[in-house]
Every structure is written in structure tokens, then in C-alpha cells.
């Protein structure tokens, strides 16, 4: 079973940046697909950004320039760089592995503890 840890979250104030971390355990991570989401208290996590195995991107419309996913094969590493940060941004990001399943693809990773992000004057 993958074991997620994110880390890099903290306090921003607007228009500032963070990069986000998030370390897979396992051998198969070159091979997953990645993603990056956040929750919003009493929200379900939304999909931010994901990554293939091959290195293309996807973003959510609100994000898109500001944020970039991007993965470290080698350190079996994902990360997250947010730029030009806003209050609404201000969640708890995760990351997970995405597969196929049943036709859909989702995460399928037990979720980690998450990093927390606040952006605010």
C-alpha cells in the first residue's frame, strides 16, 4: 500500500508563492499517475492539478497559470508550485495516486495527513 506525505504548506499572504511536496513510498511510483487536491472545510476534495506517468497536466480552470504540478521520479516526489496565491486558494491539499477504475479515473490511495494552506494579509 502507497503511503502519502505532504509537506510545504503554511502561511501566505496574497500574491505570494509555496511549493508543496509530497513523497510516495513504494517502487511503482514512476508509473502512477499523480494528483494534487485540496478540501475546503466541509467540502469534499476537489482534483486541483495531475501529472501522468508521462509527464503531462491538467489543471482546474482556477488555477491554471498560477500553479504548477510537476513529479521527481527519482525521489519518487510530486510537488506543487503555487504562484500568485489568493484567498481562495486557502485549504488543505493532498495528493494522491489516480488509476482507472471501473471506467473512471479516481484516487485510489489511502489519503495522508494532508499540509495545510492559508493565504492572508
Known amino acids: 500500500q502507497v503511503q502519502l506525505v505532504e509537506s510545504g504548506g503554511g502561511l501566505a499572504q496574497p500574491g505570494g508563492s509555496l511549493t508543496l511536496s509530497c513523497a510516495a513510498s513504494?517502487?511503482?511510483?514512476?508509473?502512477?499517475?499523480m494528483g494534487w487536491y485540496r478540501q475546503y472545510p466541509g467540502k469534499q476534495r476537489e482534483l486541483v492539478a495531475d501529472?501522468?506517468?508521462?509527464?503531462?497536466?491538467n489543471y482546474v480552470d482556477s488555477v491554471k497559470g498560477r500553479f504548477t504540478i510537476s513529479r521527481d521520479n527519482a525521489k519518487n516526489t510530486v510537488y506543487l508550485q503555487m504562484n500568485s496565491l489568493k484567498p481562495e486558494d486557502t485549504a488543505v491539499y493532498y495528493c494522491?495516486?489516480?488509476?482507472?477504475?471501473?471506467?473512471?479515473?479516481?484516487?485510489?490511495?489511502?489519503w495522508g495527513q494532508g499540509t495545510q494552506v492559508t493565504v492572508s494579509l
Open positions: 513504494g517502487s511503482s511510483f514512476s508509473s502512477n499517475a
Open positions: 494522491n495516486v489516480r488509476a482507472w477504475v471501473g471506467g473512471t479515473i479516481r484516487p485510489v490511495a489511502s
Open positions: 501529472i501522468t506517468s508521462a509527464g503531462n497536466t
